[in-house]
């Protein structure tokens, strides 16, 4: 996709007041290096960015996109929460591309003019689309992230309709052994044992839940919950998980985990497919902007630290 050229981006102006829209987004990470945009690489955000561009070319600066979560390549989203700002040249040229349906707001043309730029085909859709509450941040007012984690561990669960969002395990797994490892790690710790590690970035966090259920198909589904999570924690965690299942851990070692200083080599981290991002939590609208300063604050505390 094309952001226009530079003959179409038109002479400086005054922006003038800011429009939040908040975006549901949902997309098959099967194709992408992740969400952040890369040079050279096919992006989540990247993709959504240029339709944006083309939307916008004559209505510079172009919007970008603040995130969630940003997962990681090969992950897939049912849920992904971004936002953007849009000044009123840009809210007012949504409207002048064709004539709006009735009671059609900014928000609904937005993600009506996304959509058609991405085709119908695209593996990367905007789901949702409203005028953002005074205080909202899709990154820092979040309270939560929800992950599921889909393994097939028979012959019989392995659907090779579902092979793109569902990790197939060459032998059985336990489930009341994952159940087990699950919640030795529930609660508040320091998932360092569990993190890749990134310069200034706290590994605390607090995990809310982590269960597992099979369902009808067999399929055994992990579901994790927590305030946010770093680098490959999800995929770590349901890697260690996953190894009690098989027996070549406790669950009480994967409790002793969370004592250790850096990571672990005694799990693996499980391919990206399987995870799939499916909600994000925020407080009510009125505790929207509060939350928000308490997230920046402590990220800023932990980077300082």
């Known amino acids: 996709m094309s952001d226009g050229g530079a003959e179409d981006l038109g002479e400086p102006r005054e922006l003038g007041p800011l429009t939040r829209i908040r975006l549901g987004v949902a997309y098959d990470g099967t194709g992408f290096r992740g969400w952040t945009r890369q040079p050279g690489l096919r992006t989540v955000q990247g993709e959504l960015e240029a339709a944006l561009g083309t939307l916008f070319r004559r209505h510079p600066p172009l919007p970008s996109l603040t995130v969630a979560g940003r997962t990681d390549a090969g992950v897939h989203a049912a849920g992904q929460v971004a936002h953007l700002d849009l000044d009123a040249a840009q809210l007012a040229a949504l409207a002048a591309v064709r004539s709006p349906r009735p009671g059609m707001d900014s928000a609904k043309l937005l993600r009506r003019r996304i959509n058609g730029i991405l085709g119908s085909s695209s593996d990367v859709v905007v789901t949702s689309a409203v005028l953002a509450p005074a205080g909202f941040d ?59 590690p990134r310069d200034e970035a706290t590994t605390i966090r607090t995990l809310q839940d982590f269960s597992w259920r099979r369902d009808d198909a067999g399929v055994l589904t992990a579901s994790l919950q927590a305030d946010a999570f770093c680098h490959s924690m999800v995929r770590s965690l349901v890697g260690a998980a996953v190894a009690v299942g098989e027996g070549r851990l406790t669950s009480a070692r994967m409790g002793e985990l969370l004592e250790a200083n850096g990571r672990s080599s005694e799990f693996i981290v499980m391919p990206a497919k399987g995870l799939t991002l499916l909600e994000v939590g925020y407080p009510a609208d009125e505790e929207l902007a509060a939350r928000a300063g308490q997230t920046r604050n402590r990220r800023l505390s932990a980077e300082l630290s």
């Open 138 to 196: 899709a990154r820092f007012s979040a309270v939560w992230r929800r992950y599921k984690y889909r393994i097939a561990d028979t012959v019989e669960a392995r659907d090779p309709l579902q092979r793109h969002r569902t990790v197939w395990h060459p032998t059985a797994l336990d489930a009341a052994a994952l159940t087990e490892a699950a919640n030795a790690v529930v609660g508040l710790h320091d998932f360092a044992a569990f993190c890749k």
